[in-house]
């Protein structure tokens, strides 16, 4: 008889992919569904990124690279980092990955010893505690607060701290709410003395505002980042850690191990990204706040609450509950009935049951029709 391992029995789906995954059955039986729960952009990969990639090939450059990843790409990083939040990385301290997934399972495992726990919000991106519970580490959550607009209170972090707590991680801008974490309560954060993991994924995506990384506070901390989201280059898979240089070599063992290296013809794109692709960022910078302002509008306009107005990546999470409190079944009535795609408060963690994500990386048109839907669905609830 055939035995599965408890831990992938164990591990709980994601639900934005239950939901995308039932939209597509619908579309292929005809229906058309507008799609508010993904959070991929809708805009193509800029031409200089698609064009380095193409000239990679021509010349060849398509083998294993240093398990590391390229110094160019690594030195762009750095770069990058200087030039604007003002800190100073070594090119050594950094770890170029397939992707921002592939950083995270490498560095939870650099980390966390069975028993040991992770310091996360609540709510928070789904697969942060799958990733550590798969690990036999535990997730250690701190509710955040609506009225805070989801930021973590330093006081109930440092409450919860312990001698099992390894680490601290803080998404800012945040997957699902769209909010920042004020520098005063990163600095804060910072000075606790665990590990603080910052995921910096959506820096650039910000309307308004200034987002700050976790190195200008402190050098004890790791940052996790890539090019997937403001890039629009979710297919590429292509991400990276920033490190303390006495873990780098433990992370590089595990990267040669599980994945080698990241392929080398994203990693030539993402240079290209880093030194050529400012102004299409910034026009897609643009039209995303356009499509934020509207959809922040519509959504408020309709009866959903929203106390602190979201200013980064392309999600606006709002409170349902007067509609109901069972945010897993009302998203996937609004898929049947509307024909439109959203996510569960309930997929981000208990205290986000009651609310819904939407996500305007999708067209003004699309927006504009699938909350035209949404509006009809309520006058008929």
């Known amino acids: 008889m055939h035995r599965i391992t408890q831990r992938a029995s164990k591990i709980p789906s994601f639900i934005v992919m239950d939901v995308l995954e039932r939209a597509h059955t619908l579309e292929r039986k005809g229906r058309h569904i507008i799609h508010l729960e993904v959070?991929?952009?809708?805009?193509?990969?800029?031409?200089?990124i698609c064009e380095a990639a193409i000239e990679a090939i021509r010349r060849e450059r398509t083998h294993y690279t240093h398990s590391l990843g390229l110094i160019e790409l690594r030195e762009a990083i750095c770069e990058h980092y200087l030039e604007k939040y003002g800190v100073r990385i070594n090119p050594d301290q950094i770890i170029v990955t397939s992707g921002t997934s592939p950083a995270l399972f490498i560095l939870f495992s650099t980390l966390l010893e069975q028993g040991d726990e992770i310091i996360l919000s609540n709510p928070h991106y789904p697969c942060y505690p799958n990733f550590a519970s798969f690990l036999d580490a535990v997730p250690a959550f701190v509710n955040v607060y609506e009225e805070d607009g989801f930021q973590f209170r330093p006081e109930e972090i440092k409450s919860r701290i312990?001698?099992?707590?390894?680490?601290?991680?803080?998404?800012?801008?945040?997957?699902?709410?769209?909010?920042?974490?004020?520098?005063?309560r990163m600095e804060k954060i910072a000075g606790l003395g665990p590990h603080v993991i910052s995921d910096e994924i959506y820096h650039g995506l910000v309307y308004g505002e200034k987002e700050h990384s976790i190195l200008e506070f402190t050098d004890n901390a790791f940052v996790l980042n890539g090019f997937s989201?403001?890039?629009?280059?979710?297919?590429?898979?292509?991400?990276?850690?920033?490190?303390?240089?006495?873990?780098?070599?433990?992370?590089?063992?595990?990267?040669?191990?599980?994945?080698?290296s990241a392929g080398s013809i994203p990693q030539w794109a993402a240079v290209a990204a880093l030194n050529s692709a400012g102004k299409d960022v910034e026009q897609m910078r643009s039209i995303y706040d356009e499509r934020r302002i509207y959809m922040i509008k519509r959504l408020c306009d309709m009866g959903f609450g929203l106390t602190v107005e979201p200013k980064g990546a392309f999600y606006v999470l709002v409170n349902a509950k007067h509609i109901s409190s069972d945010s897993y079944g009302l998203a996937f009535e609004i898929l049947e009935k509307a024909g439109v795609g959203v996510t569960p408060g309930i997929d981000f963690g208990r205290n986000a049951e009651g609310y819904l994500r939407f996500s305007y990386a999708n067209s003004i048109d699309n927006i504009r029709l699938g909350l035209d839907r949404i509006e009809s669905f309520l006058n008929d609830w």
């Open 39 to 48: 959070g991929e952009p809708d805009f193509p990969t800029p031409p200089c």
């Open 162 to 184: 312990n001698s099992r707590t390894k680490a601290i991680l803080i998404n800012s801008p945040s997957n699902p709410t769209g909010n920042l974490l004020s520098p005063e």
């Open 229 to 260: 989201k403001l890039y629009a280059m979710t297919g590429w898979r292509i991400g990276y850690i920033i490190s303390p240089l006495e873990f780098v070599r433990p992370m590089q063992k595990i990267q040669q191990n599980f994945f080698i």
